[in-house]
């Protein structure tokens, strides 16, 4: 190996472990100069040790120089590990495996932390739940802890998009997924084992991207956590972070010399957010105890298009049912949101585009009377029907600029054969006195979501009435 000039931490390449099963593992350790011990920062990734997830998280010498040992290692089956690697389904025990391991080590001074996103994120999870001793806390990013609903799936739905890419990815850039052994077994739902979160009993720092397609899962495991979890949320897209990177890494640190390595002075907030449009603050829980307002889908009838009839009322009112055509064969794009290779530009993207289509319905409420925070995640409900064995209702959540431009903030969908009830990712957002609230309700999400086949290439009538809503949280 070449000597890398100017280092001023030691790092040791290929450093082998056993699993509990004789498999080897191997890991890259970079830790302070001098005789140590000190607390251990483990980050396990199946997309090479020396990468150490350093796409958004610092690179392991800027971790060690704080005064930690941290460990990159390459999961079973990946780089230089020995094991076939079946995605998710061995990173609970040798994860719990690798903590044990990296306690033990003479640079170590016993007390273990975690690290990483998006798979790493959810290994992570996986790992914790197995409870090891030297377990002092965790920092999964951007990820959900199953593997199937809120990572491979949303709603039951394929992320076709994510899916496609990501199993192209493993296949080692295969021009077509299908080579990805695990491909089938995806678009049947068999996407691995779930972290169970009730075992998680250390402090965890869930990081979510408001833009992120596993922000959902994020919500859903800093729930589930309960006293367990902390709270990093900005409007990102899975990667890279930013604006604001420097706030995730003060964060993470200051996380991490708080409940791994127990430094005075040290502490972070149970939840630190940046709205869109708003500033980072510093809550006391998430969500911030917000009220729940419903905002009604009202029309007489003409609400395809941005320029139909369509409204958000605060009350219910009579009207006419709207009717509305799927075409299975042109799907309605995915604008934005969700960092699909497919998609494009992510994150917050105009969305005048889709909602110029006829088979996309779209309500507008009057302007604002007043700035509005939005925190927490909104939900809506369907009164839909249609003359296809079952349909898909995709809703994005909206803002509405006086001269017209209109960008999402949140998205959800769900698949059934009646009414629907739709839950959308978590938001944060703050919203002007002027502005408008927007809901728009599509057939389809392509390619973020897999598109309803259910009539093969058939054509499906559509009629949402008057009885549906969406419930935004409301802060302040």
């Not at 010498?61 to 990946?78: M, N, T």
């Amino acid at each position: 190996m070449t000597e890398l000039l100017g280092l001023d931490v030691v790092y040791r390449p290929g450093v082998p472990m056993r699993t509990r099963d004789g498999t080897t593992l191997v890991s890259d350790l970079w830790h302070p100069e001098g005789p140590g011990p000190w607390p251990a920062l483990l980050v396990r990734t199946p997309y090479g040790r020396t990468l150490a997830s350093a796409v958004t998280s610092p690179h392991p010498s800027v971790l060690a120089r704080r005064g930690y040992l941290v460990v990159s290692q390459d999961v079973r089956g990946r780089g230089e590990s020995g094991g076939e690697f079946v995605p998710f389904a061995n990173e609970a025990r040798d994860g719990a495996d690798a903590i044990d391991w990296t306690a033990g080590l003479p640079e170590c001074d016993g007390r273990v932390g975690t690290y990483g996103f998006s798979y790493q994120g959810c290994a992570q999870l996986l790992a914790a739940a197995e409870r090891p001793r030297p377990l002092r806390a965790i920092a999964p990013a951007q990820c959900s802890s199953d593997p199937g609903e809120g990572f491979l799936l949303h709603a039951g739905i394929l992320r076709l998009g994510f899916a496609e890419g990501w199993g192209k990815q493993l296949a080692g850039w295969a021009s077509d997924v299908s080579e990805w052994p695990y491909w089938e077994d995806w678009k049947a739902g068999r996407c691995g084992p779930a972290a169970d979160l009730s075992r998680v009993n250390v402090p965890a720092l869930i990081t979510i991207g408001w833009y992120d397609t596993f922000s959902g899962g994020g919500a859903r495991d800093l729930a589930g956590l309960g006293d367990h979890g902390y709270l990093l949320g900005a409007p990102w897209a899975h990667m890279p972070w930013s604006p604001d990177s420097d706030v995730a890494f003060d964060t993470h640190l200051a996380f991490f010399d708080e409940h791994v390595a127990g430094r005075a002075g040290a502490s972070v907030p149970r939840a630190r957010s940046l709205a869109v449009g708003g500033k980072w603050q510093d809550l006391a829980a998430w969500p911030p105890a917000p009220a729940r307002r419903r905002l009604w889908l009202s029309s007489d009838g003409r609400a395809a298009t941005r320029w139909g009839d369509g409204r958000l009322t605060e009350e219910p009112r009579p009207g006419a049912p709207v009717v509305a055509t799927y075409e299975p064969s042109v799907p309605v794009p995915s604008l934005g949101g969700a960092p699909n290779a497919s998609v494009g530009k992510v994150g917050r993207v105009e969305q005048g585009p889709v909602q110029d289509r006829t088979d996309v319905l779209v309500y507008t409420g009057e302007p604002l009377p007043e700035t509005v925070e939005i925190a927490g995640t909104p939900t809506a409900f369907l009164a839909l029907s249609s003359t296809a064995p079952n349909h898909d209702g995709c809703v994005t959540l909206c803002s509405v600029a006086p001269d017209g431009s209109t960008h999402n903030l949140a998205f959800g969908a769900a698949r059934g054969d009646g009414d629907l009830a739709v839950t959308l990712g978590p938001v944060h957002a703050v919203v002007p006195a002027g502005h408008r609230l927007r809901v728009s309700v599509a057939p389809s999400a392509y390619p973020e979501l897999s598109p309803n086949r259910s009539t093969g290439a058939e054509q499906v009538v559509r009629v949402l009435r008057n009885e549906s809503w969406v419930e935004v949280p409301v802060h302040g």
